[in-house]
Nanobody, 124 residues
């Protein structure tokens, strides 16, 4: 079991940036693919980005390509989501997830552990 704690959310104006962090509790963090999902009010949770256990592979939802970047530091058991050029429609609760599977299976929501989430609000 991997416990995940997100941080870094907040209120930002459109066009601004935020960097989310997700700290994992387990030293076998490097065995897991990691990902970020988001859920806006009244909408279903959607995939944002994923990164392989080594960091060599990444996958992004089309709506964040070129604006968001996922990375990880296995020495710190932490995964990051750098979000640039934010838009009001990016407003949501962002949650990180861990998976023993691949980044492809993660993109369909097949994850083993979930964090509680952190609120990101983008004002127009």
């Amino acid at each position: 079991q991997v416990q995940l704690v997100e941080s870094g959310g907040g209120l930002v104006q459109a066009g601004g940036s935020l960097k989310l962090s997700c700290a994992a509790s387990r030293r076998t963090f490097s065995n897991y693919a990691m990902g970020w999902f988001r859920q806006a009010p009244g909408k279903e949770r959607e995939f944002v980005a994923a990164i392989s256990w080594s960091g060599a592979g990444t996958l992004y939802a089309n709506f964040v390509k070129g604006r968001f970047a996922i990375s990880r530091d296995n020495a710190k058991n932490t995964v990051y989501l750098q979000m640039d050029r934010l838009k009001p429609e990016d407003t949501a609760v962002y949650s990180c997830a861990a998976s023993r599977g691949t980044i492809s299976t993660m993109s369909s929501g097949e994850c083993d552990n979930w964090g509680q989430g952190t609120q990101v609000t983008v004002s127009s």
